[in-house]
DNA sequence: GCACATTATTTTGTTGACAAAATACAGTCG
DNA sequence: CGACTGTATTTTGTCAACAAAATAATGTGC
């Protein structure tokens, strides 16, 4: 009897493809909270039939992205002050958490070419097109400081929260400039290589609060839907 | 214009009740994990197509208890003491965090209440009958313990983590008595009407620490895959 | 012009069908 | 008997179609 079940490479059904598209779309602010979905509108400018399409709102949905309500219909989720500061909330105790696992085993060299990179941003002012460069290497530090936390359930929940986080940022209408967020990413640096647990966590938490307090702005002016 | 996306009441489509259905069963422990499941082979025993049965796997997926690989199918997660010891390390903090945010929202009298039913399972060794009685005061027990932590994910992140456990204690081979647990509910019970907040994270914390050593039993038994 | 009932259109829920891939089976050759 | 190749069967991926529900549009009376 052959293998039951094997690992199927890089293969990527159109379901597949669909639910990248959309969470893509979602992300980057192309499609607006409280959008609906509709499945043949959404079938016919992606080239396939609605079935590939309702398999990935239901893993959306899941993710926090879409809304699924029986019989109405799917829409883009509408995010509330309330639900940063969940996602926050939850995402500074998990982070804590991962990066107190990581310590010994982080990547700091990987960790000080991102730093050099964002030391590129210090002076940008923040648009649609830098914003994004810019949230492409918050991705790679923050996957650096817990991708060996040594538990993948951990990492996997991260990995949302984050992107959630960054959904939000391309959303809000809020403009600033990086240099706030560079300066903390280079000082969970500098801790990291003084190997201060406490001075770690003191400036990841800084940088989290930051984060949340920069985020809680302009939210609910996008609900296109009135309840 | 009427409204748009309203709240449509307890309809449950076909793909809801698939969803739950297989749900139950995986956790109940009817669905060994590694068993495949078939989409048409389901879809007769459910009566109804293979849709449903898709939009469901996807959902199941996302909350752990399915495995997908495209073009082989779907089957029912493998539990490792890797991924138990994931799900605990992650609930021991969370569930910490939501206590800590009820404290003084809680429920002491309903939490007593159960506290009085947990004492009737003291001497009773387990079975598959009472334990699937007992897990049901022990989703309540905690689900009174972060209901008013005022996070929405949270809840939602910890009932899920919840239902996992759930499902390997149901599905481990490991019988025991429920006198450990029972005591350690009880005194988590005692620290939060004397509302010490180190003794009652303290006594959490035993509680959920002792529950994965229980937990770390005989898994990897069941397989069905060989890989 | 506005409230309300009626009709038309859109959209979802669900099904059945078909091709392609994966799996199981059977027969052949060593 | 065992490895191997080709064939039959099962199973997934995707689509198109239909009924029922929701939404939009229309019309009627006031």
Redesign the interface.
Known sequence: MK??????GN???L??RVYQNIKFQIIRGNLKPGT?LPEEKLSRAMNVSR?PI??AF??L????FV?I?????A?VSNITT??I???F??RE??ES?AVKKSLGKIFIDELEKVGDNFKEFINKSENAENRIQYLVLDKKFHDLLSQNCG????IE?LANLQEQIHWLRNTSLKRTTFSGSVREHLAIIEALKGNDKKLITKTLLQHLERAKESSLIEVNSWSA???
């Not at 293998?3 to 199927?8: A, G, K, N, T, W």
């Open positions: 293998e039951y079940l094997e690992d199927l293969y990527l059904s379901k597949d609906r079935s309702r398999e239901n893993r949905e899941k993710e926090g809304t309500l029986p019989r109405k219909g829409a309330e639900t500061e969940d996602i909330e939850i105790t998990l958490l538990n993948k359930k951990l929940l839907t009135s309840k």
